[in-house]
Nanobody, 127 residues
Framework: VVQLSESGGGSVQAGGSLRLSCAAS????????IAWFRHVPSKEDVGVAV??????TNYADSVKGRFTISKDGVNTWFLQVDNLKPEDTGMYYC??????????????????????WGQGTQVTVSS
């Protein structure tokens, strides 16, 4: 069974940075779209960034210019989060799927085609 594992979360002050990592338990792990989501209890999950296998990236408007999604090799992905704000606080999950026609669709709150989810890593930003 393929597993995704996130790491790199932590507690930082506003304006700080973190580098979140997502690693697949198999290599190579080839999925069309790898995305990061933020979960806050009692709120709707937010798709913050997605990268396609060709390197194309898309971001939620709220994180453009501050978050950068990238990949390293065939089973590791990163989310660099800079200039963090208290509203960025949440559990960050990486996810993988390969049924979307365009990877940006994966960030939609109505998208339901995710094949794999990680266990999450907590990011807490204090003001």
């Amino acid at each position: 069974v393929v597993q995704l594992s996130e790491s790199g979360g932590g507690s930082v002050q506003a304006g700080g940075s973190l580098r979140l990592s997502c690693a697949a338990s198999v290599s190579p792990f080839r999925k069309d779209c790898i995305a990061w989501f933020r979960h806050v209890p009692s709120k709707e999950d937010v798709g913050v960034a997605v990268i396609g296998e060709d390197g194309t990236t898309n971001y939620a408007d709220s994180v453009k210019g501050r978050f950068t999604i990238s990949k390293d090799g065939v089973n590791t992905w990163f989310l660099q989060v800079d200039n963090l704000k208290p509203e960025d606080t949440g559990m960050y999950y990486c996810a993988a799927e390969d049924r979307a026609l365009y990877c940006r669709a994966v960030l939609s709150p109505t998208y339901t085609g995710i094949d794999y989810w990680g266990q999450g890593t907590q990011v807490t930003v204090s003001s």
